[in-house]
Each structure stands twice: as C-alpha cells, then as structure tokens.
C-alpha cells in the first residue's frame, strides 16, 4: 500500500495524543508534522505536552523531539509536508470550521474529529463499517469550495458509536422506529482523569451540554442519503437520549430501548449482529476490528473496563438482549469514546479515504 505524511493539529490534546500513539505503528500514514495554538508552537512535543499527556501508555519516542508547529500560522508549510492533517482542536465552532476550510482551500484534506462541520451538507460523517458510501460526495464539496485535492471530513460523536452499530443493519432489515437512549459516558470524553477530576468519584453528572442533541440528531446523517450536491438526513428512526458523565476513565456504555415496524425475534437480532461485517473489513483496513459486533451472553458483560479495548478499542461489545415491556427489546452496549470513538475512527476513515483514493 502507498504510504502517506501526515499531520496531527490539535497534536498536544487528549485526542491529539491518542492519535500519536496510533499513528506510531501504522502501516500506511507516517506522521510528519504536529502542530497546536501559538501557546505551544516552537516547543518539543514532550516539552509541549508537558504534565498533560493523558493516556496510560507512553508517548511514543518517535515523536518526543519533533517541534510542534503553528496551526493557524504554518499552513502552507503544513502543505508542503503532508498529504493530509487530522484535527481534534478545542476552539469555537466558528472558528474549527474556519480553519478546517483554510487547510481544505490549501489543497490539504482534512479528516475531522470536531463537531463543527458535522451538518454541513457536503461533509461526509462517516463511520466506515455503516455509510462508507457517503464519501462520494467529496467532488461536491471540492467544487463548493474550489479545490482539486482538499476537502473535509468527519466523523460522527463518539457517544452514539456504541448504539448506532447494533442498530444499523436491523433497520435495514426489520425497520427501527423509536428508539431510546441512556449513556453514561466516561471523562476521557471531557478530556479529563481521574487526577484532574477528582470530584467525579462516587457521583453522577447528570448533564453533558449539547450531547442530548448530537445523539438524537447524528444517527440521522448517518442514515442520510445523497441526493445531488448534499446529503440528506434521514427522517428516522426517532431518537430520544438523556446522557450522562459517570466515573469511568474510558469506555462509553449506553442502554438502549428500541421498537420495530417488523418485530423480528431474538434469534434473527443475534443473527445479524454475529454476521454484520462492513466495507472495513472487505478491505481488511488495517485499524478495522475482525468482528465489529460482539454479543456476550453473560448478562454481568459488557463492561467499560473489561469490553474497552476488545479489538484495537474499536469493537462494538452488546449484551442483555430481551423483551421489553413497553419497546420491542432492550440491550446494553459498550464503546471504547476516544479509540472507535474518536482517534480510532478517524484513522480507519482516513485508511477508508485512503483506500478509495481521496487522498491521491
Ligand atoms: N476527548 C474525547 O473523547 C473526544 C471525542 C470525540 C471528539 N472530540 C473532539 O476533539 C476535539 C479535541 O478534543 P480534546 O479532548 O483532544 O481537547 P483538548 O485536550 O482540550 O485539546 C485541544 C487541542 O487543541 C489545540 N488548540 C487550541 N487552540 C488552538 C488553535 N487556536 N489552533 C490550533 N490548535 C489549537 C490545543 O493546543 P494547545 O496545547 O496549544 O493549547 C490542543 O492540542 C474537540 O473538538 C472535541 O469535541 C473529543
């Protein structure tokens, strides 16, 4: 496979760290520029970081002594160095949307883990296994903006990545009308520890700002369809969600209520979880789970600390599949928030992009 620089913006971040540890080892991107806020540019990224890096592996050596470049500033720099960036910034949403376009109209793709462009009409939000199809719009969104090469892309919020999956292919089949979503989410997803909240053991924030709405209103992108320069948002299934932040370092658990048009039984659900596979896997990327859809019969499974990293981080693990008394069925799902959830995702949609050529 060709092999392709990339540059990390938003680098110094929780996000921005994970991906350095992913990027480390990977077989087709090479890391080639890490870049932040003038805070920090000109710094050595270990120096940059600083007491900030947040994961629990360390920083990979290969990147401790690059120097960290301006994101704003450099870009044409950043163009001549890479063939595209990955962002994960923590500024205004005017302002993300700002500078993601700036490096697309550079002629430098981006693939994106903000929220900012995530309802533009012409931005692919893609999770790869379920709407990989979506990524045809990009000579659209090229020609809105004036570029040959650049564009953007994004992937979805990381707290639907865990009920959006088991879902997907049992509309196709039997029609998901309503459904009804609780996550207790973890603080890695605020970009917190433990060490810097302290005051979430023993207790429950019972409010994410904005995270109700993306969970209700993402899914409907990504069962959109394109029709001429824009993709369209699906009209259901229907969504309501209450999320809230729990003591958990990593791993976001959701427990979902759902009802059918058709009710299919608990064997044909089964069925099609242990048999889902998507274009990931057909084109055997290299950050795509084997099985993304892992159902565990034990009804203590699946837990955030044991189901996290099943698979790289980026499986989908269900359990407590059965009747409901008021919806069809009810479950409970796990997903790794900053693996299949953010950096991860990312990565695989890039190798997605990758694959089909966007970035050539
Ligand atoms: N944490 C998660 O689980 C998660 C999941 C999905 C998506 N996201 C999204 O990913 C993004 C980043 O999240 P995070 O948790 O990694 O945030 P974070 O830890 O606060 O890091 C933010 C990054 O943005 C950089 N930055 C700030 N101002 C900048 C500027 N003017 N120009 C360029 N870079 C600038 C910071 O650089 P300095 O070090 O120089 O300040 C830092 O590298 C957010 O949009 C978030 O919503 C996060």
Redesign the pocket.
């Given at each position: 496979m060709k092999q392709y620089n990339v540059g990390i913006?938003?680098?110094?971040?929780?996000?921005?760290q994970r991906f350095t540890t992913i990027l480390d080892s990977h077989p087709w991107f090479n890391i080639k520029v890490l870049?932040?806020?003038s805070?920090?540019a000109g710094k050595r990224y270990e120096d940059?970081v600083g007491t900030r890096w947040k994961l629990s592996i360390p920083m990979p050596d290969s990147v401790k002594d690059m120097v960290v470049m301006n994101?704003?500033e450099d870009i044409e720099k950043i163009g001549e160095l890479v063939d595209f960036v990955f962002c994960?910034?923590?500024?205004s949403k005017e302002e993300?949307r700002a500078?993601e376009e700036k490096y697309a109209k550079a002629e430098i793709p981006v693939v994106s883990?903000?929220?900012a462009n995530r309802h533009t009409p012409d931005v692919p939000m893609v999770v790869p296994e379920l709407n990989p199809e979506h990524i045809v719009i990009i000579p659209a969104q090229r020609e809105r903006l004036g570029t040959k090469r650049g564009f953007i892309a994004v992937k979805s919020?990381?707290s639907l990545q865990s009920y959006v999956p088991p879902l997907f292919p049992l509309h196709e089949k039997f029609g998901v009308e309503d459904v009804l979503v609780c996550t207790y989410q973890a603080i890695?997803?605020a970009?917190r520890t433990f060490e810097t909240w302290p005051e979430i053991l023993d207790n429950v924030i019972p409010y994410i700002g904005g995270e109700e709405e993306k969970s209700e209103q993402e899914p409907l992108k990504l069962w959109g369809h394109i029709e001429g320069n824009v993709i369209k948002d699906a009209e259901e299934p229907h969504f309501t969600a209450q999320c809230l932040r729990v003591p958990v370092s990593d791993g976001h658990t959701a427990a979902v209520f759902v009802r059918f048009k058709n009710k299919p039984t608990k064997e044909e659900i089964l069925d099609i979880w242990k048999n889902f596979s998507g274009v990931p896997q057909e084109l055997k990327l290299p950050m795509a789970p084997e099985h993304f859809l892992n159902y565990f019969d034990d009804p203590n499974l699946p837990q955030p600390k044991l189901q996290r990293n099943l698979e790289k981080g980026m499986a989908v693990s269900i359990g407590r599949l059965r009747e409901d008394t008021q919806y069809d069925y009810k479950f409970v799902c796990v997903s790794h928030?900053?693996l299949r959830?953010?950096a991860g995702g990312a990565v695989e949609l890039a190798e997605l992009l990758a694959a089909k050529g966007y970035f050539d």
């Open positions: 913006i938003g680098a110094t971040g929780m996000v921005g870049a932040a806020s805070r920090t940059a994101a704003e994960a910034v923590n500024l993300t500078l883990n903000n929220s919020n990381c890695s997803g970009g928030n900053t959830g953010a």
